[in-house]
């Protein structure tokens, strides 16, 4: 899977003609961003496991999880939506402020 790039024009003027240099930054697509977020939240992927699932009409499973989180260039790997990335966010922020307030 391909990262998100997102394309930038930079102008610079030189001898009254503008030219411009073309980047392309990479952006971490969301298996790579799910990852670092599990991972600065300090819990296990089997723990944001839990808590992503908790009152969830359709659980995902352990394996769906790991291809999520795979090597991008893992033949398990598989594209992890958007809506499981936010989630997971969502989640994992309210285990931290009630862990936080608990202490």
């Known amino acids: 899977m391909q990262l998100k790039t997102l394309d930038i024009f930079i102008f610079f003027p030189y001898d009254g003609v503008i030219s411009h240099q073309y980047l392309q ?3 971490m697509d ?14 296990t ?3 944001a496991l839990e808590l992503f699932n ?6 995902l499973t352990l394996g769906q999880w790991k291809a999520y989180l795979a ?3 893992s033949v398990r790997r598989s594209p992890c939506p958007d809506a499981v990335l936010s989630r997971t966010k969502e ?4 285990w931290a402020t009630q862990n936080t307030l608990a202490k």
């Open 54 to 59: 908790k009152g969830q009409a359709r659980p």
């Open 45 to 47: 992927q089997v723990k």
């Open 25 to 27: 930054v990479r952006k």
């Open 91 to 94: 989640v994992l922020r309210k």
């Open 30 to 43: 969301n298996g790579q961003e799910l990852r670092k977020t599990i991972e600065s939240a300090g819990v």
């Open 71 to 73: 090597a991008s260039d």
